[in-house]
């Protein structure tokens, strides 16, 4: 999958327009507005598809919480406000790749242990995901 920037304004009020491109071609485009930035902390967006069916185009919410834990950083990853289970379980899975892509990038430069994990609320219709340190190990939950 390749990812191409078309919109990144960086600031409370700012958007942001990605296209992800898989290997056959079809293209998936998610837009949305910073509505939080705490550096080097926190990061709150909503998170649209343009491309997507009906049901997907309703705007979410994506929470991004760092916190230092000795030599490791916590990153908690909070997406909520699906329309559907179904909804969040098909993001529960492209996050999924996209931890693991960013589990190889660190996993290059780092030697301390990491993992994942990802739990699902079915009544908030929430997906939370946890990356620590820089070995993941994947680690599933229910909450």
């Known amino acids: 999958m390749t990812t191409t920037v078309h919109a990144l304004d960086l600031r409370v009020g700012g958007r942001y327009r ?3 491109r898989d290997p056959d071609g079809k293209s998936h485009i998610v837009i949305g507005e910073y509505r939080e930035i705490d550096a080097p902390t926190r990061l709150v ?4 598809w343009e491309s997507e069916q009906a049901e997907d185009t309703q705007e979410t919410l994506v929470s991004l919480l760092l916190r230092e834990q000795g030599k490791a950083t916590e ?5 909520k406000r699906f329309p559907s289970e179904r909804s969040r379980e098909l993001h529960n899975q492209g996050w ?5 892509r ?3 990038l660190l996993a290059a430069g780092c030697a301390d242990d990491q993992y ?3 739990g699902n609320s079915r009544h908030s219709r929430q997906a939370v995901w946890k990356l620590k340190g820089s070995k993941s190990i994947p680690h ?3 909450n």
């Open 45 to 48: 967006f909503t998170w649209a």
């Open 116 to 118: 994942i994990e990802a």
């Open 102 to 104: 960013l589990e190889q």
């Open 18 to 20: 990605f296209e992800m």
């Open 96 to 100: 999924a790749g996209c931890l693991a």
């Open 75 to 79: 990153m908690l990853l909070t997406h």
């Open 140 to 142: 599933f939950m229910e």
